[in-house]
T-cell receptor, first 113, second 112 residues
Framework: AQSVTQPDIHITVSEGASLELRCNYS??????LFWYVQSPGQGLQLLLK??????LVQGIKGFEAEFKRSQSSFNLRKPSVHWSDAAEYFC???????????FGKGTHLIIQP | NAGVTQTPKFQVLKTGQSMTLQCAQD?????MYWYRQDPGMGLRLIYY???????DKGEVPNGYNVSRLNKREFSLRLESAAPSQTSVYFC???????????FGPGTRLLVL
């Protein structure tokens, strides 16, 4: 069965600093990969997704992610964070033969002024 | 377009009571899903409906039932609520075939 690991439960970053959130997946073939963001008390909003092709994908709000097959990773990055980026971030995978998404446990991002 | 909507937004139940969470979408989604979110657990799939007229169990189906009333609506029923079902419930939909899922705003449920 597929699984998703987000190794960092909490990350604290200063406003204006760069950000990288880690995501590793376990699946035999190439999965479809997603990053979602959840602001407090809100639903999930899609930041970006990878299906195939270029391994560097651009998303909304200045985020990007890079798919690395050799490392089974799909890390999320942003060159300069803003206070409004404080939220919970979820990596998810969609695989053939399984309906629904498999989510990581999330990374809580805190922005220091 | 409203997207994916859920009602109610918040509900308090006593142990043993029943209730139905409603979900509707106007995005022409073929597939619909119910997830629960618990602290430190991410989101876990309860039930899904790959198409109108079909439903299947997900990872954590015990204590729940679902109905795909039509293409737009997918409800989740708790027949006898338990404190372990205290959670935030999200409905989602997609066009099928591993496409992007779009989520509703969630229903926060507290079972006392």
């Amino acid at each position: 069965a597929q699984s998703v690991t987000q190794p960092d439960i909490h990350i604290t970053v200063s406003e204006g600093a760069s950000l990288e959130l880690r995501c590793n997946y376990s699946y035999g073939a190439t999965p479809y990969l997603f990053w979602y963001v959840q602001s407090p008390g809100q639903g999930l909003q899609l930041l970006l997704k990878y299906f195939s092709g270029d391994t560097l994908v651009q998303g909304i709000k200045g985020f990007e992610a890079e798919f690395k097959r050799s490392q089974s990773s799909f890390n999320l990055r942003k060159p300069s964070v803003h206070w409004s980026d404080a939220a919970e971030y979820f990596c998810a995978v969609s695989t053939w033969g399984a309906d629904g998404l498999t989510f990581g446990k999330g990374t809580h991002l805190i922005i220091q002024p | 377009n409203a997207g994916v909507t859920q009602t109610p937004k918040f509900q308090v139940l006593k142990t043993g009571q029943s209730m139905t969470l409603q979900c509707a979408q106007d995005m022409n989604h073929n597939s619909m899903y119910w997830y629960r979110q618990d602290p430190g657990m991410g989101l876990r799939l309860i039930y899904y409906s790959a198409s109108e007229g079909t439903t299947d169990k997900g990872e954590v189906p015990n204590g729940y039932n679902v109905s795909r009333l039509n293409k737009r609506e997918f409800s989740l029923r708790l027949e006898s609520a338990a404190p372990s079902q205290t959670s935030v419930y999200f409905c989602a939909g997609d066009l099928g075939g591993r496409e992007t899922q779009y989520f509703g705003p969630g229903t926060r449920l507290l079972v006392l």
